[in-house]
């Protein structure tokens, strides 16, 4: 089985491509859900396949801590864990343990942090973070980098970014499932510009199966990420799958697409779902709002999926007044289906060399706001 | 089409039976899921009607609350409000409404109570219960009535028994709908034989299409309920369903059925399912319990559920321990099934007339601790 990347078709920068994993094949672009927990939040994997998900990503930190790696291994792995057999894809734990700020401290080695669950300390180095990708057992494991804030010094960022490399360089040195799991680079470097090329050429030179771009989407404006990603993006070998990490609106994912990105992962549609937010075409409805309480019609008039077909807006703003599971449920259904649909119809603009004239279309509907 | 209760077969006191509604057949002794707020807390409708659901309950307090009897009604109904097109029963608020305590004054012509929701006063009396089920335009519906807690001396037992016959009469003049809606009487009397005797035959006068005995199951035990349903339940009309409600325990339900009774409703397999309780043969299961970390087994090997086919112990605690709805949904569906499915069990037992030596068996592998 093994891993490799195809591309299919092109448009300028844009590409489709076919993804092979060993446990199947994504086609790409494609938007990863995020299921931190082992369990993408609301749904069930049967309800991810139905709605055309091809592959998933969870967080090794959040796993090595809870339920910890011996119960998955008893398991035969995260995907038999949790009854999602689909290509997995699993993140260092870099990005999380980054973000606990005082209570990590980072050396050479790796870095030493505490739970943020109960405050135990624990350590991850490059060679832990392989070792523990090993044992969940996911399709495409990423290496422990150091993630800087947004904004951070050239200094500080430059400080982290050698340190990322020298860890994927540990990361490689450490891999020994290289048939079963394809190891991504990351690429660091912050805001600046010739640090993202340096970065880029650096792991490009160790010749990854795949680059991902890490410590964007950190909360700097999105006009600021994408001459980031102009920077350098171009620079990528134009034959592996490029992933830009921390990116789930529809607006960034097309952005993204146009300059050459594949692969995408983000929490935003499952996260504002339970706040009662849905994604559609002009952007997004605030399903709290009093004003829907009397809308007899779907989230999205034009949706094909299972909630717009069956309930009200009205309706599910009342499950989400009164704090209903199941007002969760849908939201977070209407919004994956709305993300996995947009990237079907991106892909399919692609193919058809329609992806001006659907980019266009994109930005005369579109209206982002209000995203949170 | 209408309402109609046929008898199927019978064993001793236990019966099946076919209970006729306008929207579909539902086939008795039956166990009523719960969707208090117009949902059953975390199914969806499909899944309900998956494993078999027939008939699901909904409460006329709540609703009226919110979203409103204005939203209900301009969306068609309840049934379409919430997309649940089979069998449905709504109770009239009266159970809600006397649980407020202090929140509440009862008087002749009805009760005025302030919601547990915003503090705000509002009145509910027999006509206002049947007018708002109306709107609701649930399938069985249940008048005003006044429930005192337990323990409650005779004298206020007597009185609220009094009333609940007056206000039933006053909803049996007012009810127009009687092709569309059944309006079944509720028995009180609290835990005084000749008073569930008295009221049984003061309804019996007036003809009610079905019998709920109501004012049970509030905190007495359950030998104290199958005492007082021996005193009474037997001069009930043969031909006529009997509804106990509140009951949503293997034993309790398999007692009742033994008594004669068709109908039963609780929020019992759905409340102790978000708590990580889980129902099986022996009884029940405590998945938070650190035992199960490692247990690779279904929650109970015998059961065909979707959740015991496709998940483990282990995984269902993390969830639940990690706080994830998945975790509220497989134990709350797994536990729906093994009610629906032990009712057709307790069916075709009855059919076959094999009862007896179900009832046994029962008995011989049940063990009730810790119910809650």
């Known amino acids: 089985m093994g891993f490799s990347w195809t591309v299919t078709s092109r ?25 931190t927990q082992a369990t993408v939040k609301a749904m069930t994997p049967e309800e991810l396949r139905s709605i055309g ?50 209570m990590r401290k980072v050396e050479e080695n790796g870095v030493t942090f505490r739970s943020h669950i109960d405050g135990s300390t624990h350590f991850f180095s490059p060679e832990i973070a392989v070792e523990v990708q090993g044992i969940l057992g996911s399709d495409i494991i990423m290496p422990l980098d150091h993630v800087v804030p947004y904004p951070a010094s050239y200094a500080e960022t430059e400080d982290a970014m050698w340190r990322s490399i020298r860890w994927a360089r540990r990361s490689m040195d450490y891999h020994q499932k290289r048939e079963e799991q394809a190891l991504f680079a990351i690429i660091q470097g912050g805001m600046f510009n010739d640090l993202r090329r340096t970065c880029s050429r650096e792991l490009m030179e160790m010749d990854f199966p795949g680059y991902a771009i890490g410590g964007l989407s950190v909360g700097e404006p999105k006009t600021l990420m994408y001459r980031v990603l102009d920077a350098f993006v171009q620079e990528l070998p134009e034959d592996k799958p490029r992933y830009l990490m921390g990116i789930g609106s529809a607006d960034a994912l097309l952005e993204g697409v146009k300059r050459g990105i594949d692969l995408f992962d983000c929490v935003l549609p499952t996260r504002i779902a339970r706040n009662g937010k849905a994604m559609v075409g002009e952007g997004y409805l605030v399903l709290r709002n009093a004003g829907f309480a009397h809308d007899m019609s779907p989230i999205d008039p034009g949706c094909s999926c299972y909630v717009c077909q069956n309930y009200t807006r009205g309706y599910i703003r009342h499950l ?31 193919q058809e060399e329609k992806f001006d004239a659907f980019y266009q279309q994109f930005w005369e509907r579109f209206d982002g706001s209000p995203e949170e």
């Open 320 to 350: 989400i007044k009164a704090n209903e599971i199941l007002g969760h449920r849908l939201t977070t259904f209407h919004n994956l289906y709305f993300l996995t649909d947009f990237m079907r119809a991106v892909r399919r603009a692609i």
């Open 11 to 35: 448009f300028g920068h844009a590409r489709t491509g076919e993804l092979q994993t060993p446990r199947g094949t994504v086609e790409t672009p494609a938007f990863m859900p995020v299921g």
């Open 53 to 102: 998900v091809g592959m998933i990503l969870s967080n090794t930190y959040h796993l090595y801590l809870r339920p910890g790696t011996e119960v998955i291994a008893r398991a035969g792995g995260l995907h038999r864990f949790m009854n999602w057999h689909g290509p997995l894809l699993t993140d260092s734990g870099g990005f999380q343990v980054f973000s606990l700020g005082e």
